[in-house]
């Protein structure tokens, strides 16, 4: 991951890029030089699996210039924190471990000398696998030894030399990964005079990871596929008023695109002429069209459909809403979720473990036992090659990257695997009510004057006062009118309303709350509320420093999803709470509504966190919310889901979990998503280690054999990729 110090440059201020004294030497004068650091993100085409990323870590251990190693093995991205001038020795040094590096620009992975490699090698696979059968043949049929041997090492010298290669050099590096392993292995074979078996082994473990290999492709292709959603031209307004097609990449901020019907949306913008219906279901996943007309967002990625339209374009290509979700699934592709980290954990017990029971199983039952060197040295090469823990390793991965590429495609934006597996275990959904249970767009239904003012329309004031405020309750009341009074000294109250002086006067426009707490209610005024909110509307009052003034009701409408979502979040067995700063009677008839477990009114925003903190003793809780004053509670939830983040740069950037439209049934749809995710990972893990298992025992009891060890091996690397992918089609 990135360096924060390589991010936010040294503290003396001076550029990353540069050299910077960070402390003084002894007499005081000289201070000490220490290169700064910077992040360089390298495409490695070799790089797919653990057994590079040990390798790598291993080369670079001891270099000082490299201080940070973060490895996207779906992705095929390294990650390196290292001294500025220090880039082309890394480059050196990866392409001694027999990988090439490039440095990754954009959002595409480089292309070049990709397109034959595949074809090249599987043509080679394919005649290795015709002179093994012969080896096979020339056994069976008893023939001479040479033709079975000449075979043999003619199928191995086609498709292993390769995997000789990169177990030499693990070798070297003092480490022994699953190339070293296979190597020791056929050669052992070949040594013993098992001709076939050793070009069949060889030849089976290369087509197996080819295999892997494309099945790892669906993985990255799954997340690349994103970038294909943006066409590669857009059509913008010249200054001369013609029309040019020009490299999406090359329009800037404030251009004028045209958009025809059936065309998809080149770049975030605000339509300026024109209207239309836009699908933004390959962003958001809903089924819908939106209907677009001049003022609207419209998104990169997105479809229109019927009409015609110009928009002019808010945010370049590379910050768009769209390559803002691929660089956040992409980040989340590379950390590691907690079942992953166990996972590596035990894999560097494992490994050594198996090496030294094959050593023991090809030493002590001739030596203490009287056994025959040849059967249990044999053993012992199948050992090697079960020792191997790819299956295992990889398992982890791949299920975690289908799983974030699925929500992705859905519109739900996960910002790490940790929360993609602990989205199974919530078991409180707490949610605010204002913008994610309802529209956020309250309308005014009751307007009351309790005491008229000499000279100045109380009402008026009110509007006035309203109109500074951004809260949707606010501003209901604020569209009653058109014309304000100045308004001086205003200021915000937070969960309660706000003040301001109007002609002198100061004045409070708020909740129940704060007439309670400035003195100013009556009994006769607590039955007028009461009556109101017991009907579910918000009751908003405008008072001077003596009474009040004005009554207002306001009510908002549910949404249409929230009934469903709650039902779908109770039959999944997570339980409901509503936490809105509205009064307790409004909660309550809301929360009938839609059938919420639990509501609790008047929550101001520690409140709130107080509220999940209890909530978090009784299981893991997630927090919905949209707004500031849900940020502490959303903070302090295991989970936080912020609502409507499409297009906006801090729900994408802080939320653990970000929802691109305001459709809560979402979030039974990423529940039910984790436990999937979790089910797999559970039957991925029992499947690498059940193989193994099994096959270890085999081949101890002198049933095993190098065939069996390949399954268990690359075999077991299939069966746990392939069920992994199976999260794609959630």
């Known amino acids: 991951m990135k360096n924060n110090a390589a991010e936010r440059g040294c503290a003396c201020g001076h550029a990353q890029e540069k050299t910077c004294g960070q402390g003084e030497e002894a007499n005081g004068n000289s201070p000490l030089l220490v290169p700064a650091h910077i992040t360089s993100k390298l495409y490695i085409e070799q790089m797919d699996c653990p057994t590079e990323e040990g390798l790598i870590r291993k080369a670079f251990a001891h270099k000082s210039e490299v201080s940070a190693l973060d490895f996207n093995l779906i992705q095929r991205i390294l990650t390196v924190t290292h001294e500025a001038e220090s880039l082309p020795l890394i480059m050196q040094t990866i392409e001694e471990l027999g990988m090439k590096a490039q440095l990754f620009v954009d959002q595409a992975e480089p292309q070049a000398a990709q397109v034959t490699a595949p074809q090249k090698s599987l043509r080679l696979l394919v005649l290795a696998g015709i002179a093994a059968i012969g080896a096979e043949i020339a056994e069976w049929m008893s023939g001479p030894e040479y033709i079975a041997a000449g075979l043999a090492l003619l199928a191995v010298m086609i498709c292993g030399l390769g995997t000789y290669r990169k177990g030499w050099i693990s070798v070297r590096q003092g480490s022994l990964n699953i190339n070293a392993l296979m190597s020791i292995a056929v050669t052992g074979a070949l040594i013993l005079r098992q001709w076939p078996e050793a070009a069949m082994v060889m030849v089976l473990f290369t087509l197996a990871e080819w295999l892997e290999a494309k099945s790892l492709d669906r993985a990255r292709n799954a997340i690349r596929s994103l970038v294909q959603l943006v066409p590669e031209l857009a059509t913008v307004r010249q200054q001369d008023g013609s029309w040019l097609e020009i490299p999406v990449r090359q329009v800037q901020i404030g251009e004028v695109v045209r958009v025809k019907p059936g065309e998809r949306i080149a770049l975030d913008g605000e339509i300026v002429a024109g209207q239309s219906t836009v699908d933004q279901g390959p962003i958001t996943g809903e089924s819908l069209p939106v209907d677009k007309s001049v003022g609207d967002q419209v998104y990169a990625g997105t479809i229109n459909q019927s009409g015609s339209f110009e928009f002019k374009v808010s945010a370049a290509a590379a910050q768009s809403t769209l390559a803002r979700i691929i660089r956040v699934v992409e980040d989340a592709q590379g950390a590691r979720s907690p079942t992953q980290r166990l996972v590596d954990r035990f894999a560097r017990i494992y490994t050594p473990a198996v090496l030294m029971l094959s050593i023991a199983v090809a030493v002590i039952p001739p030596l203490v036992l009287g056994g025959g060197w040849y059967e249990w040295v044999y053993r012992a090469l199948v050992l090697l090659v079960i020792a191997c823990p790819c299956a295992l390793v990889i398992s982890t991965p791949v299920t975690i990257v289908s799983g974030l590429t699925a929500a992705a495609r859905h519109g739900i934006l996960i910002k790490g695997g940790v929360y993609l597996e602990e989205g199974h275990k919530l078991s409180w959904l707490a949610l605010d009510k204002t913008g994610t249970i309802t529209h956020g767009k309250p309308a005014l239904t009751d307007t009351v004057s309790l005491l008229a003012l000499d000279g100045i329309d109380a009402n008026l004031i009110a509007v006035s006062l309203a109109a500074r405020s951004d809260h949707p309750v606010s501003q209901a009341i604020a569209r009653t009118a058109v014309s304000h009074l100045p308004v001086n000294e205003f200021a ?239």
């Open 492 to 730: 915000a109250i937070l969960g309660r309303g706000v003040s301001g002086t109007v002609n002198g006067v100061t004045y409070q426009l708020g909740n129940h709350r704060l007439m309670h707490e400035s003195g100013v209610c009556s009994p006769g005024l607590e039955a007028q509320i009461n009556a109101l909110e017991k009907q579910g509307k918000t009751v908003i009052m405008l008072a001077n420093s003596a009474q009040v003034l004005m009554l207002y009701a306001v009510a908002d409408t549910l949404k249409d999803s929230s009934r469903a979502a709650i039902e779908a979040l109770h039959q999944l067995k997570v339980k409901t709470v509503m936490l809105t700063g509205d009064n307790a009677h409004t909660a309550a008839a809301i929360a009938t509504q839609v059938n919420i477990n639990e509501a609790r009114g008047n929550q101001l925003p520690e409140d709130k966190l107080r509220a999940i903190e209890h909530y978090a003793q009784q299981g893991k809780v997630g927090m919905v919310g949209d707004g500031i004053n849900d940020a502490p509670a959303l903070a302090r939830a295991d989970i936080g889901f912020a609502m409507g983040a499409m297009g906006t740069d801090t729900a994408i950037e802080t939320a653990d979990v970000a929802l691109m439209d305001d459709d809560l049934r979402k979030i039974p749809l990423f529940i039910g998503l984790s436990r999937a995710t979790h089910k797999l990972l559970v039957q991925n893990i029992s499947l690498a280690l059940g193989i193994k298992a099994l096959f270890l025992g085999l081949t101890i009891l002198g049933y095993g054999s190098m065939w069996m060890a390949v399954l268990a091996d690359v075999g077991a690397s299939l069966l746990v990729v392939a069920n992994g992918l199976r999260l794609l089609r959630y």
